[in-house]
């Protein structure tokens, strides 16, 4: 892989630089990136794209700066992972299904919406699910407090 970034690369100067930065480095980047994806696939990824990154930025590189060096490729390593990470949970959270889950939402003191009399407990019932994305509001204002059925919801 090493002699694929190097291709990239003209100046000799700068080739010898991301040599000694990718032998030096490559551990701590899959590291950084391992911890956070936990996916030794997408670790081997993230930091192959934050070489290619790094190639883009050799001069913003001071090599006689180590602790500086250290903290430039382990933050680039970092946000790379987390943007997959990130990309993951959405594309994730968007082919779950939630009527899998037959609903079922209850207060800290175990009761259920319509036990709720109390006009503070309602209003801070309220307010959470003002806090909720649309969507998941909609469905819990639907199946609660409008009594419609799953199915219903569903349609709707």
Not at 15 to 23: I, M, N, Q, S, W
Request: hydrophobic share 35%; net charge negative; aromatic share 10%.
């Amino acid at each position: 892989m090493l002699m694929l970034y190097m291709s990239l690369i003209d100046d000799p100067g700068d080739r010898r630089k991301f040599e000694e930065l990718y032998k030096k480095y490559r551990q701590t980047m899959y590291y950084t990136a391992y911890r956070i994806l936990q996916n030794v696939d997408d670790a081997e990824d993230v930091v192959q794209t934050a070489f290619l990154r790094i190639i883009n930025h050799l001069d913003d590189i001071d090599e006689n700066d180590e602790p500086k060096t250290k903290s430039y490729v382990s933050i680039i390593t970092q946000n790379l992972a987390l943007d997959v990470y990130r990309k993951k949970k959405r594309d994730w959270e968007a082919s779950f299904s939630y009527d899998e889950f037959e609903p079922c939402i209850r207060d800290p003191k175990g009761q259920d919406f319509e036990d709720i009399d109390d006009g503070a407990e309602a209003r801070r019932l309220a307010e959470a699910i003002k806090k909720l994305p649309p969507k998941y509001a909609d469905v819990v204002r639907l199946t609660y407090m409008h009594k419609l059925s799953s199915d219903k919801v569903g349609e709707l």
